[in-house]
């Protein structure tokens, strides 16, 4: 394992976006376009001042597991307990996932002292 990837292992994700619903047994979070230049092309093109981010079910429940406790070591292997998978696949699509997120500023990073 690389040194940045046990770096990675530690860090502590914690939610930035609370707008979320259960629906279909996923996760679905909840974003309301409020800015004048969202609001206005959403109303040119007839659309909600709200759009929804569905969660596959590995998203879920990783979404479900971000606590602002578990480490992303921790989630991995709370997802391998219900998941059938090898944990360097794993290891690597929550990777993939929790930079998704952090990107879009849907969470952030603590690191563990």
């Not at 939610?15 to 996760?27: A, S, T």
Request: proline share 1%; with cysteine.
């Amino acid at each position: 394992m690389k040194k940045n990837e046990e770096n990675f292992l530690d860090i502590i994700p914690v939610k930035l976006h609370l707008d979320c619903k259960r629906q279909d047994g996923n996760i679905h979070l909840v974003f309301t376009h409020t800015s004048f230049l969202q609001r206005t092309l959403r109303w040119m093109t007839k659309k909600s001042n709200t759009s929804t981010l569905e969660l596959d079910g590995l998203g879920s429940l990783v979404w479900e597991n971000i606590d602002g406790k578990n480490t992303i070591y921790d989630i991995i292997n709370i997802l391998l307990e219900t998941e059938e998978d090898t944990y360097e696949s794993m290891q690597e699509r929550v990777f993939i996932f929790i930079r998704i997120l952090k990107n879009r500023k849907i969470i952030a990073f603590k690191e563990v002292d």
